[in-house]
């Protein structure tokens, strides 16, 4: 059984910054794609940034230049560097990744738990 488990999240004041960890965990062929999406309350959810096994990489506009998302694959986890965070970054972060599992090699989409991200004006 496939897993997500972020990682990372917390309090943090105006320009700080935090690194959030998604770690894929089971029986795993193959992680493809991978993405942070982030919901903030009365919103909905967006996609924040996106690698792909070949490391091509995407960003929301408004993140672009401060968060880098990046991946290891020895350790089966993606990263989110999120530097000079502002008040309207605050959500809860979730890791979203298109995995081929061993058991039917049939590529699906997993979703992990949610990180909460608050950061204080």
């Known amino acids: 059984q496939v897993q997500l488990v972020e990682s990372g999240g917390g309090l943090v004041q105006n320009g700080g910054s935090l690194r959030l960890s998604c770690f894929a965990s089971?029986?795993?062929?193959?992680?493809?794609?991978v993405s942070w999406y982030r919901q903030a309350p009365g919103k909905q959810r967006e996609l924040v940034a996106k690698?792909?096994?070949?490391?091509?990489?995407n960003y929301a506009d408004s993140v672009k230049g401060r968060f880098t998302i990046s991946r290891d694959n020895a350790k089966n986890t993606v990263y989110l560097q999120m530097n000079s965070l502002k008040p309207e970054d605050t959500a809860v972060y979730y890791c979203?990744?298109?995995?081929?599992?061993?058991?039917?090699?049939?590529?699906?989409?997993?979703w992990g738990q949610g990180a909460q991200v608050t950061v204080s004006s």
């Open positions: 089971g029986s795993i062929s193959s992680i493809l794609v």
């Open positions: 979203n990744a298109f995995i081929t599992p061993y058991t039917d090699y049939r590529p699906r989409d997993y």
């Open positions: 690698i792909t096994s070949s490391d091509t990489t």
